[in-house]
């Protein structure tokens, strides 16, 4: 298995993570403060990512300065990523916000060509632009498709795209799970200090299990999003985050009772498309590379 195909998975595991995350806190928030269900959700992700790396042997403290400058970086972002989604979030549609995020691989991609000088191939970059198009059928954007919310969205887009492109910065010695931790750590603060100046609610067992299952859930999703961003090409990684707006729609239905109307669809069709375009090319360079058999 080539790095990119690793690569591919790991983004579609994490894809598929964070989206039953945000279900699960989409239907807490309804009953909680949504500062207060990030800070329990980050208890409990942070004890169960330091329990995996205990039990993995791979917590390191003493890291070296250059790694804990990028870990500091990306830990600012995922706390501005958190908190402008979950806002976000509560206020509109699951489908609608997964859709906005979709313009993070073509975000995504276009940095990392220009910071990390990255090639891309008319192909490769073809294909994420018809995955944007898709986004951009299914957001539907106009006079009144930018509201408050929908901004609070594009921000969150910009913090993972500081997020993503630091991980590619860190020392391949420095273990994903401290990576994470130190991530869980920071947003989990947030949600303390927040809660503090906004007070408490009362923690029913219904509210519980909803934390424990985001928490679960989110453990696996910070996992992933740190692994995937240390193997392959981005660009070649990068549409297979279309994926989420799939669990998106099929959670947002089944769950909420939203289901999407047919240019949504269509939409997402071409999100798909491209994806799996995508995934065809590489496979079939990977092919030409191979040599011949005797």
Not at 102 to 110: K, Y
């Amino acid at each position: 298995m080539s790095d990119n195909t690793r690569g591919a998975l790991f983004m579609a595991g994490s894809m598929a993570a964070f989206t039953l995350n945000d279900t699960a806190m989409k239907a807490l928030t309804q009953e909680m403060p949504v500062f207060q269900a990030i800070f329990l959700r980050g208890i409990l992700a942070t004890l169960g990512l330091l329990m995996l790396g205990y039990l993995m042997k791979s917590l390191r403290w003493n890291l070296p300065r250059r790694d804990r400058i990028v870990i500091l970086i990306r830990s600012l972002a995922e706390l501005g990523a958190t908190a402008t989604f979950l806002t976000a979030l509560v206020h509109m549609p699951l489908a609608n916000l997964s859709a906005i995020l979709q313009a993070l691989p073509l975000a995504v991609t276009l940095a990392a060509a220009v910071f990390l000088k990255e090639t891309i191939g008319w192909r490769r970059m073809a294909a994420i632009i018809v995955g944007f198009i898709g986004v951009l059928i299914i957001i539907r954007p106009g006079p009144d498709g930018f509201e408050i919310w929908s901004i609070l969205g594009l921000i969150s887009v910009a913090f993972v795209v500081v997020r993503d492109l630091s991980t590619r910065f860190l020392s391949r010695e420095v273990p994903s799970v401290n990576v994470a931790i130190w991530a869980a750590i920071s947003v989990t603060t947030m949600g303390g200090l927040v809660t503090a100046t906004q007070g408490w609610s009362p923690v029913t067992g219904h509210q519980a299990t909803l934390v424990v299952t985001a928490a679960f859930f989110l453990l696996f999703g910070y996992m992933f999003a740190v692994m995937v961003m240390r193997v392959g090409d981005i660009s070649f990684i990068a549409p297979f985050r279309y994926t989420a707006l799939l669990w998106a729609i099929a959670l947002g239905w089944i769950v909420f009772g939203n289901f999407p109307d047919g240019l949504t669809l269509i939409g997402a069709s071409l999100v798909v498309a491209s994806g799996i375009f995508t995934l065809w090319r590489e496979r079939l360079k990977k092919t030409r590379q191979l040599p011949a058999r005797v």
